[in-house]
């Protein structure tokens, strides 16, 4: 009461409330019943927000990460009826985070901030916030004046994997798989058509790994193809192929990779629909999200013999990915090797340096062309040219060759090719 009576004194005002589902819980929700204090709160919030006057000047505004336990009445029409949901934030959004956290401290003339934001895609304002603040502890640390890229580049790493562990000493033979495991995965995400650019690969030990490669995106994206999903399947066991390879038997470091595999290849066939032989099905339910964007997990609801399938469809998947890796490491076994003696070498390596040992690698085609249309026989003719396509077409930009788009048709004529929609990615399950 005395916080909406401040606010109506000192209108216009805004009153945010963080955490509403400290008080906003549903009324007698759980297995210990109700809480008389906290709904004794809940039933004031609800009338005082009842009271309001659309000319009053005062807006309240809350925030949870647990909108599935408020109670329905704090969600009800004059109450709080517009929900936005906060994602991550974007690039633009990244560049001007950043940019807050940097006023008032010192910064060497050639630090781009865009670049940062480039580095740091799903990072959360408070993930940024940790990358700027690390790194000018590590400026303080080493004694120097101004925050570098190199300080940067090392607190983005400790925001992914944690700081580094110096102490912790391999052996010449533990610290020669680690790299080989390294190597697997940059180069196989390097011959792949459909992953990002590889940024990084290290044999540092940092947490609780070993060692790690990052792959970045150029660009910020929202969705993902079948056949970049199948990529990112190989790259996540180029680790464990190239200890197969090489010594002729895998170790526990490829642990977190297959299990990595192994829950997306799941969520391909059982919540993507990207099995030809399960087709566009989703098989089992969801169980409710503790926190945005989490779930308790999926409750099965289909029979044994469905489960059999999805089992093995996503062994295929799997399997698919495996030999793709294999291949890749086989082709280039020197440049594994040369990979290997440099990271040993130097610990780790950067884009450029990856750049100049994969010089000679050729991006493969991809995976497995999809052919789960059944009777639907996909259109013969390319998408549209986007009127900034074809501008870029008519500066002499090939963002668009001819034969891959085409220029829209006049309703009612047909552009070519048999009628039907064809997936986006154009892949299936078929050998290479």
Avoid at 198 to 211: D, E, N, Q, Y
């Amino acid at each position: 009461r005395d916080l909406f009576e401040q606010a109506k004194q000192n209108a216009p005002a805004i009153v945010f409330v963080d955490e509403i589902d400290a008080v906003g819980r549903h009324r007698g929700a759980g297995m210990g019943g109700g809480h008389d204090e906290r709904e004794q709160t809940l039933n004031q919030l609800l009338v005082e927000m009842d009271g309001f006057d659309t000319k009053g000047g005062v807006i309240l505004i809350a925030a949870t990460n647990r909108p599935d336990i408020l109670d329905p009445a704090l969600l009800r029409p004059g109450r709080f009826d517009r929900q936005i949901a906060v994602d991550a934030p974007d690039m633009e959004g990244r560049k001007a985070i950043l940019r807050v956290h940097a006023k008032g401290k010192p910064f060497a003339p050639d630090v781009d901030l865009d670049a940062v934001a480039r580095r740091t895609p799903g990072f959360s304002g408070a993930d940024l916030a940790n990358v700027i603040n690390e790194s000018a502890l590590l400026t303080a640390r080493n004694n120097k004046r101004a925050i570098t890229d190199e300080f940067l580049e090392e607190s983005i790493d400790r925001v992914i994997a944690g700081p580094e562990r110096k102490t912790r000493v391999m052996s010449e033979q533990e610290k020669k798989i680690t790299a080989y495991h390294e190597a697997g995965h940059a180069l196989v995400a390097w011959a792949l058509p459909e992953l990002p650019p590889v940024h990084k690969a290290t044999i540092m030990p940092r947490g609780r790994s070993l060692g790690h490669t990052l792959v970045l995106p150029t660009e910020d994206k929202y969705t993902q193809t079948r056949a970049e999903m199948i990529d990112t399947l190989a790259y996540a066991l180029g680790g464990r192929s190239a200890e197969e390879l090489v010594f002729h038997e895998p170790t526990t470091g490829a642990g977190d990779d297959i299990q990595k595999a192994t829950r997306l290849a799941r969520a391909m066939v059982t919540q993507y629909g990207m099995s030809a032989k399960l087709g566009a099905v989703k098989y089992g339910t969801d169980q409710g999200e503790p926190f945005l964007g989490r779930t308790y997990g999926h409750e099965r609801d289909y029979s044994d013999s469905i489960a059999a399938e999805i089992d093995s469809e996503v062994r295929t998947l799997i399997e698919l990915a495996h030999d793709e890796a294999w291949e890749i490491l086989v082709e280039y076994r020197d440049v594994l090797d040369t990979m290997v003696l440099e990271l040993i070498e130097k610990e780790t390596l950067v884009e450029a340096d990856l750049a100049r040992i994969c010089a000679r690698v050729v991006k493969r085609q991809p995976i497995s062309p999809y052919n789960g249309f059944g009777k639907r026989k996909p259109s013969a003719a390319p998408p549209v040219l986007t009127p900034a396509e074809r501008a870029a077409r008519g500066r002499g930009n090939n963002a668009a060759p001819e034969g891959e788009q085409r220029e829209p048709q006049p309703v009612g004529r047909p552009a070519g090719g048999a009628g039907g929609g064809a997936d986006r990615d154009g892949t299936d399950e078929g050998a290479r």
